[in-house]
C-alpha cells in the first residue's frame, strides 16, 4: 500500500530536520536534564529553534508562512529516540566469560558521516549525568567534611526533586520564552516580507493596468 499524504509529509520533514536536531540535541542535552519538566523545557526549546531554522531557510519561496509545519517538543524528542534506537540497534554486541553479552560502546573512528558521529557523540553521553551528580555529590561531602557538618535528611526541595519530577527550572524556563519570543519575531518578519511582496506586486499590475488603460485611450483617439 503506496504511503499517504500524511506520511509522506513526515519523512520529509524528519529528513530535512535530521542533522539539525541532533546538532541541538548534542548542544542542549535535553536527555540529561535532571528533572521531567526540565528535559520537556529543553525539548520546546530545540523544537522553537528548529521552527526558527525554517522560517530562516524559507525553502519553498512560494509556500506560505502558515503552511510552514510547526514542530513540538513531544515531536522532536520522538525522532530523536528513533534514530537513536535504529543506531545503538547496528552496534555490536560483546561476549564475555559467563555467558554474558553487551553492546560495545560505538567508537567514533567507525564513522564518517555526519549524522553517525552527531549519533556517536550522543550514544557516548549515555551516564553522563550520573558522572556528573557522583562528582558534585563528592564535591559536597568534601566541603560538609571541612566544614564539620553532615547533612543526615535531604530537603523538601530533594525528596520532591529527581528524574521524575520537580519544578520547572527558572533558566530553562526563561530560555524556552526566549525562544519563543524569538520564533514568532522571525514569523512576523517573515509575514511582513511576504506582505512587502504581495504589495509590491499589487503595484506593478495597478501601474501595468493603468498604463494599459492609457494605451486604449490613445488608441481610440486615434480612431475617430
Known amino acids: 500500500m503506496a504511503p499517504s499524504f500524511y506520511e509522506k509529509e513526515q519523512s520529509r520533514i524528519r529528513?530535512?530536520?535530521?542533522?539539525?536536531?541532533?546538532?541541538?540535541?548534542?548542544?542542549h542535552l535535553p536527555h540529561?536534564?535532571?528533572?521531567?519538566?526540565?528535559?520537556?523545557?529543553?525539548?520546546?526549546?530545540?523544537?522553537?529553534?528548529?521552527?526558527t531554522y525554517a522560517y530562516e531557510q524559507s525553502l519553498n519561496p512560494s509556500e506560505k508562512v502558515d503552511e510552514i509545519p510547526i514542530l513540538s517538543?513531544?515531536?522532536?524528542?520522538?525522532?530523536?529516540?528513533?534514530?537513536?534506537?535504529?543506531?545503538?540497534?547496528?552496534?555490536?554486541?560483546?561476549?564475555?566469560?559467563?555467558?554474558?553479552?553487551?553492546?560495545?560502546?560505538?567508537?567514533?573512528?567507525?564513522?564518517?558521516?555526519?549524522?553517525?558521529?552527531?549519533l556517536c557523540e550522543l550514544c557516548l553521553t549515555s551516564g553522563y549525568d550520573i558522572e556528573?551528580?557522583?562528582?558534585?555529590?563528592?564535591?559536597?561531602?568534601?566541603?560538609?567534611?571541612?566544614?564539620?557538618?553532615?547533612?543526615?535528611?535531604?530537603s523538601h526541595e530533594e525528596e520532591s526533586g529527581g528524574a521524575g519530577g520537580g519544578a520547572t527550572s527558572p533558566s530553562t524556563s526563561n530560555a524556552l520564552q526566549r525562544e519563543k519570543e524569538k520564533q514568532l519575531e522571525k514569523k512576523i518578519a517573515l509575514l511582513e516580507q511576504k506582505l512587502e511582496e504581495k504589495n509590491s506586486q499589487l503595484e506593478k499590475l495597478t501601474n501595468e493596468n493603468k498604463r494599459l488603460l492609457e494605451l486604449n485611450h490613445d488608441m481610440l483617439e486615434m480612431n475617430r
Do not use: C
Not at 75 to 93: A, G
Not at 97 to 117: F, H, L
Open 32 to 51: 540529561l536534564q535532571s528533572s521531567k519538566s526540565s528535559r520537556q523545557d529543553v525539548w520546546e526549546i530545540i523544537a522553537t529553534k528548529l521552527n
Open 132 to 154: 556528573l551528580m557522583a562528582k558534585m555529590g563528592k564535591e559536597k561531602l568534601e566541603n560538609d567534611l571541612r566544614s564539620a557538618t553532615v547533612d543526615t535528611e535531604p
Open 73 to 118: 517538543g513531544i515531536f522532536v524528542e520522538e525522532i530523536y529516540e528513533t534514530l537513536m534506537d535504529k543506531f545503538t540497534k547496528k552496534l555490536p554486541y560483546h561476549h564475555y566469560n559467563g555467558g554474558i553479552t553487551v553492546k560495545a560502546p560505538p567508537q567514533r573512528d567507525w564513522y564518517s558521516e555526519r549524522t553517525d558521529r552527531l
Open 15 to 27: 529528513e530535512l530536520i535530521k542533522r539539525p536536531l541532533l546538532e541541538l540535541t548534542l548542544q
